[in-house]
Every structure is written in C-alpha cells, then in structure tokens.
C-alpha cells in the first residue's frame, strides 16, 4: 500500500524548488500508480520538476520506482559479461547491427531492449525488421536463452518492462515536459537496469539530428546517466557523439541494414565505421579491458568476419534470412523509384540533418505517430559529409522513393537541406568521453 502523502503540498514544494527525499519521491510515484495522484496532478508535479530541476537522488529515486513498477529480465545465470548499449537516437544511426554482433564476438553477452522510431530519428526494431521474416517479440526467458546460445538477442521491451515509465512518456509527451535531463535520465536508465545487463554503455547523441544540440548539454545528461547506473552497483559508461550529420551514408530502413552489412563485410569505411569501433571498445573498457585491449579486441572482430557471423546467428535465431549477411541488396526490399540529386558546386558547410530525418520520414522511412505503418524499403543515401568537394562527390545523394512524385518531391527538399560555401569546420566524432573516473 502507498504511503500517505498530502499530493497538492509535495507538488508545492517542488514548484518552490525543494529537493524531495528518496521516500518521498517513491511514495509520490507509487501512489500514481495506484490511482492515489490524478494525471493532471502529475502533470503539475512534472512540469514544476523541468522549471526546477530534478536532483541526482531525485532522479535515482524515480529510476527506481519505474524498475519495481514491471517486471526486470534476470540474466544473472549467463556466463560471460553482459552488457547492454543505448542510444538517444539520431539520424542514419544504425550502430546496434555492428556493434552488437562485435561485443559478441569479443566474448560479452548482448541482451539489448531496443525500440521503434518516432519523427526525425529511425528506430532499431523497425531496422531489423526490414530483414524478411525477422521478429523482435521475444519473452524475457526467450532473451535469455538466445543470448546463452550465441550471445547476442535484441528484442522489444515488453508491456510489462517499467510500465510506469511508458505512462509517463506518454504523459510528458503530451504537457511539454520531455525536455528535462534528469526525467529523460530516469527514462534511459529505468529501461536498462531492467534489461538486467551488468554493463550499460550510452551513445548521448548531440547536434542538430539529435535532441540535445549542445555536447555540454549531453555531457551533462551523461554524468546523470553515469551516476544512476553507478549508484545501483552497474558498470557504466558514456559517449557524447556528434549528429551534426547523418552517421551513416544510409537514412531508412533497408537502406540502414544493407549499409551496416557492408561495414560487418568490411567494404565501408568513415565515421560510421568508426563510431561503431569507438562504442565497441568503450563498453568493453567499462566491462573491465584496458582501452589498448578493447581497442583491439573490436577491429580484430570486424576485420576478421567474426562479428558479421554473429549478425547471422542473429538474424537466423530470431527467423530472418540469414542470406541477408551474404547479399543484402537481393535480400532486402527494394524501392520502386530510385532517383539522384546533386549539390552545387563549393564544399559542404552544414547539413540540416533533423531535415534529412524528416525527409526520410516523408517519404515512408519514419513515423509522425505510433500506429504509422513504415515503408522499409524507401530512404537516402547521403554522399556527402560536411567539408565534402562536392565536385568529387557524384551523387551528392541517392533517392529511393515509393512513387515518382515523392522522387521529385525529396529532389526539392533537398535544395534547402545541404548547404555549400567555401571552407567548412569538420565536427569531432566524440565530444566527450566518461569511460573513467577521471574522464571528460
């Protein structure tokens, strides 16, 4: 049974900038769950919270309440390191294909809870499920059985995995309030403490295809992340990651798949490749390897082929065609109308990438809402980086569209999408890294 609480003077007090003990904060939240706080009482209580802030205990305490809502997936019977990695999402990233199957190469356990897109930024399950016959429903027993025997399984989260937090989102989507670092740090980490994973690594993406567009901002997020995972016994670690530009050559679906294949078969180089490397090797440093190791470890899988082979499993355990490691372009679907367009002259200066998102989206990629139903095998190829001669890049980008219309409809996005001038400035790959202690 709830604790007692008087509900309209604990929203007061956080209105007022008190900062709430850990009983408070469990005894508010599990009387939401129980009928005892209404919707708009908690809509209050949130939004005093985004003016306000929410505190590192603050934020611990509601992690926990939304693990003990639902049930948590026990992976302790495993043998090797589990790990578990998580992004905040952006545009063209499609690093869970690769990086995944090389943690599981390098001999970790990967059970990952992923999730579908929304807006601008793809998801991984509508990802995997471009691959024919591949299915992403799987029982936590299931999860586990699957990482026991060829150490990887990504799966969707279950109704009953922090329920409290989907009623929450749910909540904060519709008043306003996503928009507060400790709510979205409660959100990211309540959902993999409940994977069960004794490694979390984070990818917090920042830029203009990211939600957070400032790396200090991210960096920020991070160390509440950092310190949720740290203060329930969980090695954890983050990356701060550029999505200034689209990561992957490849924004959409099949598009996604093909291109991460092509990265496993090591036929594709820059900073995908190289982001997948970089994430690869963090979690394995915060799994307890040197950095020198881990560094190591990650190419060797990819170079050697063993983590494409892991990609298979993969795919065969949860039913796909597993010919889609061998062959992605015969395997995967194909769009009906695939067109070009070309920058002007000059060097790319920047990239409206949320835009590019978008475009995507438009075109069948993505979802405006939940129950959208997406075209997996529409999207773009983007070409060009920032600080790219366009003049050596033919095409700038590759259109695949469902209909001739929507061709020349992306053709004329584009125009206002990618901008040219003289010089540019290169973003970094990685603004920040807490993989230690002292790290920054």
Same mark, same amino acid.
Not at 50 to 58: C, I, K, N, R
Not at 102 to 123: D, E, F, M, Y
Not at 192 to 202: V, W
Not at 240 to 260: F, I, K, W
């Given at each position: 049974?709830?604790?007692?609480?008087?509900?309209?003077?604990?929203?007061?007090?956080?209105?007022?900038?008190?900062?709430?003990?850990?009983?408070?904060?469990?005894?508010?939240?599990?009387?939401?769950?129980?009928?005892?706080?209404?919707?708009?009482?908690?809509?209050?209580?949130?939004?005093?919270?985004?003016?306000?802030?929410?505190?590192?205990?603050?934020? $611990? *305490? =509601?992690?926990?309440?939304?693990?003990?809502?639902?049930?948590?997936?026990?992976?302790?019977?495993?043998?090797?390191?589990?790990?578990? @990695?998580?992004?905040?999402?952006?545009?063209?990233?499609?690093?869970?294909?690769?990086?995944?199957?090389?943690?599981?190469?390098?001999?970790?356990?990967?059970?990952?809870?992923?999730?579908?897109?929304?807006?601008?930024?793809?998801?991984?399950?509508?990802?995997?499920?471009?691959?024919?016959?591949?299915?992403?429903?799987?029982?936590?027993?299931? %999860?586990? *059985?699957?990482?026991?025997?060829?150490?990887? !399984? %990504?799966?969707?989260?279950?109704?009953?995995?922090?329920? &409290?937090? @989907?009623?929450?989102? *749910?909540?904060? +989507?519709?008043?306003?309030?996503?928009?507060?670092?400790?709510?979205?740090?409660?959100?990211? =980490?309540?959902? @993999?403490?409940?994977?069960?994973?004794?490694?979390?690594?984070? +990818?917090? @993406? $920042?830029?203009?295809?990211?939600?957070?567009?400032?790396?200090?901002?991210?960096?920020? &997020?991070?160390?509440?992340?950092?310190?949720?995972?740290?203060?329930?016994?969980?090695?954890?670690?983050?990356?701060?990651?550029?999505?200034?530009?689209?990561?992957?050559? /490849?924004?959409?679906?099949?598009?996604?798949?093909?291109?991460?294949?092509?990265?496993? !078969?090591? +036929?594709?180089?820059?900073?995908?490749?190289?982001?997948?490397?970089?994430?690869?090797?963090?979690? =394995?440093?915060?799994?307890?390897?040197?950095? +020198?190791?881990?560094?190591?470890?990650?190419?060797? !899988?990819?170079?050697?082929?063993?983590?494409?082979?892991?990609?298979?499993? &993969?795919?065969?355990?949860?039913?796909?065609?597993? !010919?889609?490691?061998?062959?992605?372009?015969? $395997?995967?679907?194909?769009?009906?109308?695939?067109?070009?367009?070309?920058?002007?002259?000059?060097?790319?200066?920047?990239?409206?990438?949320?835009?590019?998102? /978008?475009?995507?989206?438009?075109?069948?990629?993505?979802?405006?809402?939940?129950?959208?139903?997406?075209?997996?095998?529409?999207?773009?190829?983007?070409? $060009?980086?920032?600080?790219?001669?366009?003049?050596?890049?033919?095409?700038?980008?590759?259109?695949?569209?469902?209909?001739?219309?929507?061709?020349?409809?992306?053709?004329?996005?584009?125009?206002?999408?990618?901008?040219?001038?003289?010089?540019?400035?290169?973003?970094?790959?990685?603004?920040?890294?807490?993989?230690?202690?002292?790290?920054?």
């Amino acid at each position: 049974m709830a604790e007692r609480l008087d509900v309209p003077a604990t929203i007061g007090r956080k209105r007022d900038g008190d900062e709430l003990s850990s009983r408070e904060i469990r005894a508010f939240f599990t009387a939401y769950l129980q009928g005892g706080v209404a919707e708009e009482q908690m809509a209050a209580f949130l939004m005093a919270g985004v003016l306000q802030g929410f505190s590192a205990d603050e934020a $611990v *305490a =509601m992690t926990d309440v939304a693990v003990a809502s639902g049930d948590v997936v026990d992976l302790s019977g495993l043998a090797g390191p589990t790990v578990d @990695k998580h992004s905040t999402g952006g545009v063209g990233d499609t690093t869970t294909l690769v990086v995944a199957p090389i943690l599981a190469a390098c001999g970790l356990q990967v059970a990952k809870l992923s999730g579908r897109g929304l807006g601008h930024t793809g998801g991984t399950l509508d990802k995997l499920e471009a691959i024919p016959g591949l299915g992403v429903s799987l029982s936590p027993d299931q %999860v586990t *059985a699957q990482v026991q025997e060829i150490g990887l !399984a %990504v799966a969707a989260a279950t109704a009953d995995v922090v329920p &409290l937090d @989907k009623r929450l989102y *749910a909540l904060r +989507d519709v008043t306003g309030t996503v928009a507060s670092p400790g709510l979205i740090a409660a959100s990211i =980490m309540s959902k @993999k403490l409940a994977g069960g994973a004794s490694t979390i690594l984070l +990818d917090v @993406k $920042v830029g203009d295809g990211a939600f957070l567009a400032d790396p200090e901002a991210g960096l920020a &997020l991070a160390r509440q992340c950092v310190a949720i995972g740290t203060a329930r016994d969980r090695a954890t670690g983050a990356l701060v990651t550029d999505m200034s530009q689209p990561l992957s050559h /490849a924004v959409g679906n099949a598009l996604e798949v093909a291109h991460a294949v092509e990265v496993l !078969a090591g +036929d594709r180089s820059g900073r995908f490749r190289d982001l997948c490397l970089e994430l690869a090797a963090a979690a =394995m440093q915060v799994s307890g390897r040197s950095a +020198d190791d881990a560094r190591r470890d990650a190419r060797d !899988a990819l170079d050697s082929g063993a983590a494409a082979e892991r990609l298979s499993d &993969l795919v065969r355990a949860q039913g796909g065609d597993p !010919a889609v490691v061998e062959t992605p372009w015969e $395997v995967l679907p194909a769009a009906p109308c695939v067109g070009t367009w070309q920058a002007p002259p000059g060097v790319v200066t920047d990239i409206d990438t949320r835009g590019i998102g /978008a475009l995507a989206g438009g075109l069948g990629a993505g979802r405006q809402r939940r129950d959208d139903v997406i075209d997996p095998a529409v999207g773009l190829e983007v070409w $060009v980086g920032i600080g790219s001669d366009t003049a050596q890049v033919e095409p700038s980008v590759t259109i695949h569209a469902a209909s001739d219309d929507d061709l020349a409809w992306a053709r004329d996005q584009l125009d206002d999408l990618v901008h040219v001038g003289e010089r540019a400035d290169v973003p970094p790959l990685v603004h920040h890294r807490l993989l230690e202690a002292t790290s920054t």
